[in-house]
Antibody, heavy 121, light 106 residues
Framework: QVQLQESGPGLVKPSETLSLTCTVS??????????WIWVRQPPGKGLDWIAY???????YFNPSLESRVTMSMDTSRNQFSLRLSSVTAADTAMYYC?????????????WGQGALVTVSS | DIQMTQSPSSLSASVGDRVSITCRAS??????FNWYQQKPGEAPKLLIY???SLQSGVPSRFRGSGSGTDFTLTISSLQPEDFATYYC?????????FGQGTRVEI
Protein backbone atom coordinates (compact mmCIF):
# COMPACT_ATOMS: atom_id res chain seq x y z
CA GLN A 1 0.00 0.00 0.00
CA VAL A 2 1.41 3.33 -1.05
CA GLN A 3 1.54 5.95 1.68
CA LEU A 4 2.57 9.60 1.55
CA GLN A 5 3.39 11.79 4.53
CA GLU A 6 3.97 15.53 4.50
CA SER A 7 6.32 17.18 6.98
CA GLY A 8 7.50 20.71 7.64
CA PRO A 9 6.86 23.81 9.72
CA GLY A 10 3.26 24.66 10.44
CA LEU A 11 3.94 28.37 10.81
CA VAL A 12 5.83 30.59 8.37
CA LYS A 13 6.35 34.33 8.57
CA PRO A 14 5.25 36.60 5.73
CA SER A 15 7.92 37.11 3.03
CA GLU A 16 9.75 33.96 4.11
CA THR A 17 9.95 30.60 2.34
CA LEU A 18 7.62 27.70 3.00
CA SER A 19 9.33 24.31 2.86
CA LEU A 20 7.62 20.93 2.90
CA THR A 21 8.78 17.37 2.31
CA CYS A 22 6.73 14.36 1.29
CA THR A 23 8.01 10.93 2.25
CA VAL A 24 6.69 8.06 0.15
CA SER A 25 6.49 4.46 1.33
CA UNK A 26 5.18 1.37 -0.40
CA UNK A 27 6.25 2.61 -3.81
CA UNK A 28 9.21 4.23 -5.54
CA UNK A 29 9.25 7.84 -6.69
CA UNK A 30 11.61 6.63 -9.41
CA UNK A 31 8.76 4.78 -11.10
CA UNK A 32 8.15 5.83 -14.69
CA UNK A 33 4.40 5.38 -14.19
CA UNK A 34 3.80 8.32 -11.89
CA UNK A 35 4.25 12.00 -11.32
CA TRP A 36 4.53 13.39 -7.80
CA ILE A 37 2.52 16.49 -7.07
CA TRP A 38 1.79 19.17 -4.50
CA VAL A 39 -1.79 20.39 -4.07
CA ARG A 40 -3.07 23.00 -1.65
CA GLN A 41 -6.43 23.90 -0.19
CA PRO A 42 -7.01 27.22 1.59
CA PRO A 43 -9.33 26.92 4.61
CA GLY A 44 -12.90 26.34 3.47
CA LYS A 45 -11.96 26.52 -0.19
CA GLY A 46 -11.24 24.25 -3.14
CA LEU A 47 -8.20 22.44 -4.50
CA ASP A 48 -5.34 23.84 -6.56
CA TRP A 49 -2.26 21.99 -7.71
CA ILE A 50 1.08 23.74 -7.28
CA ALA A 51 3.71 21.72 -9.12
CA TYR A 52 4.54 18.17 -10.13
CA UNK A 53 7.66 16.30 -10.98
CA UNK A 54 8.69 13.22 -12.92
CA UNK A 55 11.52 10.90 -11.89
CA UNK A 56 13.66 12.17 -14.77
CA UNK A 57 13.57 15.61 -13.20
CA UNK A 58 10.97 17.16 -15.49
CA UNK A 59 8.99 19.67 -13.45
CA TYR A 60 5.69 21.33 -14.29
CA PHE A 61 4.28 24.34 -12.51
CA ASN A 62 0.91 25.95 -12.12
CA PRO A 63 1.48 29.26 -13.96
CA SER A 64 -0.16 31.17 -11.12
CA LEU A 65 2.64 30.16 -8.73
CA GLU A 66 5.53 29.30 -11.03
CA SER A 67 7.70 32.30 -10.19
CA ARG A 68 7.76 31.37 -6.48
CA VAL A 69 7.92 27.56 -6.55
CA THR A 70 10.79 25.14 -6.46
CA MET A 71 10.30 21.39 -6.41
CA SER A 72 12.93 18.70 -5.95
CA MET A 73 13.25 14.94 -5.51
CA ASP A 74 15.60 12.82 -3.40
CA THR A 75 15.32 9.33 -4.83
CA SER A 76 17.71 7.89 -2.23
CA ARG A 77 15.28 8.85 0.52
CA ASN A 78 12.15 8.37 -1.60
CA GLN A 79 11.14 11.95 -0.86
CA PHE A 80 10.13 15.00 -2.80
CA SER A 81 10.00 18.57 -1.60
CA LEU A 82 8.33 21.91 -2.16
CA ARG A 83 9.63 25.39 -1.56
CA LEU A 84 7.35 28.41 -1.95
CA SER A 85 9.04 31.76 -1.57
CA SER A 86 7.80 35.20 -0.53
CA VAL A 87 4.72 33.84 1.19
CA THR A 88 1.75 35.95 2.23
CA ALA A 89 -1.40 35.24 4.20
CA ALA A 90 -2.96 34.05 0.94
CA ASP A 91 -0.62 31.04 1.04
CA THR A 92 -2.17 29.80 4.27
CA ALA A 93 -3.57 26.40 3.35
CA MET A 94 -3.56 22.68 3.84
CA TYR A 95 -0.79 21.35 1.63
CA TYR A 96 -1.13 17.83 0.25
CA CYS A 97 1.33 15.68 -1.62
CA UNK A 98 -0.09 13.09 -3.97
CA UNK A 99 0.76 10.56 -6.65
CA UNK A 100 -0.46 11.08 -10.21
CA UNK A 101 -0.77 8.32 -12.79
CA UNK A 102 1.42 9.67 -15.58
CA UNK A 103 -0.66 8.53 -18.54
CA UNK A 104 -4.25 9.22 -19.62
CA UNK A 105 -6.29 10.26 -17.71
CA UNK A 106 -3.76 11.49 -15.16
CA UNK A 107 -5.65 10.76 -11.96
CA UNK A 108 -4.45 11.48 -8.41
CA UNK A 109 -4.73 8.08 -6.73
CA UNK A 110 -2.85 8.38 -3.44
CA TRP A 111 -2.71 11.41 -1.17
CA GLY A 112 -0.93 12.33 2.04
CA GLN A 113 -2.99 13.37 5.04
CA GLY A 114 -2.02 17.00 4.55
CA ALA A 115 0.08 19.59 6.37
CA LEU A 116 -1.53 22.80 7.55
CA VAL A 117 0.70 25.79 6.96
CA THR A 118 -0.23 29.15 8.42
CA VAL A 119 1.47 32.32 7.24
CA SER A 120 1.54 34.80 10.09
CA SER A 121 3.99 37.01 11.93
CA ASP B 1 -7.35 27.76 -18.27
CA ILE B 2 -10.27 25.33 -18.50
CA GLN B 3 -12.97 26.25 -16.01
CA MET B 4 -14.90 23.48 -14.26
CA THR B 5 -18.33 24.42 -12.93
CA GLN B 6 -20.15 22.08 -10.58
CA SER B 7 -23.83 22.18 -9.72
CA PRO B 8 -25.30 22.38 -7.29
CA SER B 9 -22.81 23.92 -4.85
CA SER B 10 -24.54 22.06 -2.06
CA LEU B 11 -27.48 19.76 -1.61
CA SER B 12 -29.40 18.18 1.22
CA ALA B 13 -30.41 14.56 0.96
CA SER B 14 -31.43 11.60 3.05
CA VAL B 15 -29.99 8.14 3.44
CA GLY B 16 -31.25 6.01 0.56
CA ASP B 17 -31.76 8.93 -1.83
CA ARG B 18 -30.45 8.91 -5.37
CA VAL B 19 -28.15 11.91 -5.81
CA SER B 20 -26.65 13.44 -8.93
CA ILE B 21 -23.94 16.07 -9.22
CA THR B 22 -23.02 17.66 -12.52
CA CYS B 23 -19.83 19.25 -13.76
CA ARG B 24 -19.41 21.29 -16.91
CA ALA B 25 -16.11 22.12 -18.56
CA SER B 26 -15.57 25.42 -20.36
CA UNK B 27 -14.27 23.51 -23.39
CA UNK B 28 -14.19 19.93 -24.50
CA UNK B 29 -12.02 17.64 -22.39
CA UNK B 30 -13.05 14.30 -23.95
CA UNK B 31 -12.79 11.97 -20.94
CA UNK B 32 -9.76 13.42 -19.18
CA PHE B 33 -11.99 13.76 -16.15
CA ASN B 34 -12.01 12.52 -12.56
CA TRP B 35 -14.20 12.72 -9.45
CA TYR B 36 -12.93 12.93 -5.87
CA GLN B 37 -14.63 12.73 -2.47
CA GLN B 38 -13.38 14.70 0.51
CA LYS B 39 -14.63 14.25 4.06
CA PRO B 40 -13.96 16.92 6.72
CA GLY B 41 -10.41 16.75 8.01
CA GLU B 42 -9.35 14.22 5.38
CA ALA B 43 -7.49 14.26 2.10
CA PRO B 44 -9.46 13.89 -1.13
CA LYS B 45 -10.07 10.35 -2.31
CA LEU B 46 -10.27 9.27 -5.95
CA LEU B 47 -13.69 7.85 -6.79
CA ILE B 48 -13.98 7.84 -10.57
CA TYR B 49 -11.33 8.27 -13.27
CA UNK B 50 -11.62 8.66 -17.03
CA UNK B 51 -15.19 9.91 -16.48
CA UNK B 52 -16.72 6.50 -15.81
CA SER B 53 -14.14 4.05 -14.40
CA LEU B 54 -14.61 3.13 -10.76
CA GLN B 55 -11.45 3.29 -8.68
CA SER B 56 -10.57 0.05 -6.91
CA GLY B 57 -12.35 -0.30 -3.57
CA VAL B 58 -15.02 2.31 -4.31
CA PRO B 59 -18.57 1.03 -3.84
CA SER B 60 -20.59 0.34 -6.96
CA ARG B 61 -23.32 2.78 -5.90
CA PHE B 62 -21.04 5.49 -7.32
CA ARG B 63 -21.32 5.94 -11.08
CA GLY B 64 -19.72 8.44 -13.39
CA SER B 65 -20.94 9.35 -16.85
CA GLY B 66 -20.42 11.92 -19.56
CA SER B 67 -17.89 13.00 -22.15
CA GLY B 68 -16.88 16.19 -23.90
CA THR B 69 -18.02 19.02 -21.65
CA ASP B 70 -20.77 17.58 -19.45
CA PHE B 71 -20.29 15.01 -16.72
CA THR B 72 -22.37 13.52 -13.92
CA LEU B 73 -21.63 11.71 -10.68
CA THR B 74 -24.55 9.63 -9.45
CA ILE B 75 -24.85 7.96 -6.07
CA SER B 76 -27.62 5.40 -6.44
CA SER B 77 -28.50 5.04 -2.76
CA LEU B 78 -26.88 7.54 -0.42
CA GLN B 79 -25.21 6.02 2.63
CA PRO B 80 -24.25 7.80 5.87
CA GLU B 81 -20.57 7.65 4.95
CA ASP B 82 -21.24 9.45 1.63
CA PHE B 83 -21.92 12.82 3.24
CA ALA B 84 -18.91 14.76 2.02
CA THR B 85 -17.74 17.27 -0.55
CA TYR B 86 -17.25 16.08 -4.12
CA TYR B 87 -14.85 17.63 -6.61
CA CYS B 88 -14.56 17.18 -10.34
CA UNK B 89 -11.25 17.62 -12.15
CA UNK B 90 -10.04 17.96 -15.72
CA UNK B 91 -6.63 16.74 -16.79
CA UNK B 92 -7.05 17.46 -20.51
CA UNK B 93 -4.78 20.47 -20.46
CA UNK B 94 -2.46 22.17 -18.01
CA UNK B 95 -3.08 23.70 -15.59
CA UNK B 96 -5.28 20.83 -14.45
CA UNK B 97 -8.27 22.35 -12.72
CA PHE B 98 -10.85 21.30 -10.16
CA GLY B 99 -14.46 22.30 -9.78
CA GLN B 100 -15.42 24.38 -6.77
CA GLY B 101 -16.94 21.39 -4.99
CA THR B 102 -20.42 20.13 -4.14
CA ARG B 103 -21.21 19.59 -0.50
CA VAL B 104 -23.65 16.76 0.19
CA GLU B 105 -25.37 17.26 3.54
CA ILE B 106 -27.93 15.40 5.54
Amino acid sequence: QVQLQESGPGLVKPSETLSLTCTVSGGSISSSSYYWIWVRQPPGKGLDWIAYMYYRGNTYFNPSLESRVTMSMDTSRNQFSLRLSSVTAADTAMYYCARVYSSWPYYFDYWGQGALVTVSS
Amino acid sequence: DIQMTQSPSSLSASVGDRVSITCRASQTITNYFNWYQQKPGEAPKLLIYAASSLQSGVPSRFRGSGSGTDFTLTISSLQPEDFATYYCQQTYSSPWTFGQGTRVEI
